[in-house]
């Protein structure tokens, strides 16, 4: 998931592009009955994430959305990769023309090594290929290490758009503008080119589109500059309570996640977002032994705001699993029955939504 960003100012094209996308959108009452389906970055339990080879499996196991995560090129592209940080999701570590270009910066208050999306152009990002980024966790994500480019979001949205005709149904998009703030101090904000890209597509003017982001200040900065089109709706992350939001002031203060969960800090978070995403467990937290404890209020609390609620991440591996689903096989092992039990626990809190990283196992839950 992502973070914070300044607002830029409207161009003519964003302008058009948010007329373009206008009428009055739904609400919690009018949330499907069957939670949603998302493919976590694709189908990334089983190919490199953020490629089209993770969306396309995803799209073929039956997901309703695909999330791509975006982060700027040096020229200012928009591309799928979950972090700008490339040096664990690319192969970029063994090309000797870009070993100059490997430097430390401080992301949202974090410290990193490796090689970052904003100081290579696209060009130079497509001589790259993707690499599983837990493979030793996912053998059968990295046996395609090497094959798949880095995709744009414009290349996404064709893609999608072109799986949702073959195939006679609706895929919705479910983008998170990564590290907001950060691009925006670079020189690289995010949210007009996202725009821009929304309303130059026939696509993402009709189909579902779910925008996401941890931070606060540019969901309000999308609201304002949207309105509330009927195809559009608006995703405040959460992560864990203690942590502060980097762009806290956008809230009037600083402010942690835990303040913006409780029943007060959810009525404000519904002025601006449509859908509270929350990590699963803050949803059915673990005991100390691993296992499930007691649903939290989280659920009732953000249908009661108007917030529909869609936590992240269902992994299909022992190590990811609560306790209670964990089989013999070890711990790294992918245990499919064991993640189709949890997710069906979760689907009993009354959740609208849920992101997986195996969709057709996110399927399953739902079938029976």
């Known amino acids: 998931m992502s973070r914070f960003t300044r607002r830029g100012l409207i161009g003519s094209a964003v302008g058009s592009a948010a007329l373009a996308l206008a009428p009055k959108m739904a609400t919690a009452a009018t949330a499907p009955k069957v939670p949603l389906v998302i493919a976590h970055r694709g189908a990334s339990a089983l190919r490199p994430e953020h490629t089209l080879a993770a969306y396309a499996k995803a799209i073929q196991d039956g997901a309703d959305f ?8 040096k020229d200012g592209v928009l591309i799928a990769r979950h972090e700008n940080n490339i040096a664990e999701t690319t192969d970029v570590a063994r090309h000797p023309e870009f070993a100059a270009r490997r430097t430390r910066k ?31 966790i996912r053998p059968i994500s990295a046996s395609y290490d090497g ?33 907001g703030s950060y691009f925006a101090g670079i020189g690289l904000p995010t949210e007009d080119r996202f725009l821009a890209v929304l309303g130059a597509h026939a696509y993402t003017k009709r189909a579902p589109v779910e925008v996401q982001s941890f931070e606060i200040t540019n969901l309000r900065d999308l609201r304002r500059k949207l309105g509330r089109p009927a195809n559009i709706r608006l995703v405040q992350l959460i992560g864990d309570g203690a942590i502060r939001l980097p762009d806290g002031r956008g809230a009037g203060g600083s402010i942690t996640f835990a303040e913006m969960t409780t029943p007060a800090g959810l009525r404000e978070m519904a002025t601006y977002a449509d859908v509270v995403g929350p990590g699963i467990r803050a949803i059915i937290p673990l005991r100390p032994d691993g296992r499930l404890g007691v649903p939290s209020p989280l659920v009732r609390d953000a249908h009661a705001a108007g917030l529909q609620v869609i936590p992240w991440t269902f992994r299909p591996e022992n190590s990811f699993l609560a306790a209670d689903f964990r ?42």
Do not use: C, M
């Open 106 to 136: 401080t992301i949202d208050g974090e410290a990193q090594d490796g090689w970052f999306a904003e100081d290579f152009t696209l060009a130079e990002l497509k001589t790259l290929r993707a690499v599983e980024r837990l493979g030793k």
């Open 66 to 73: 695909i999330e791509p995560d975006l982060v700027v090129t």
């Open 147 to 179: 094959q798949f480019q880095i995709a744009t979001f414009e290349e996404i949205v064709d893609f999608a758009a072109a799986e949702a005709a073959a195939r006679g149904r609706t895929i919705g998009l479910i983008p998170e503008l990564k590290h």
């Open 327 to 368: 089989n013999g096989a070890g711990k790294d092992a992918r245990n499919p029955a064991g993640s189709i039990a949890e997710i069906r626990r979760y689907i009993a809190t009354g959740i609208d939504g849920f992101f997986t990283d195996d969709p057709a196992l996110g399927r399953a839950a739902l079938a029976s």
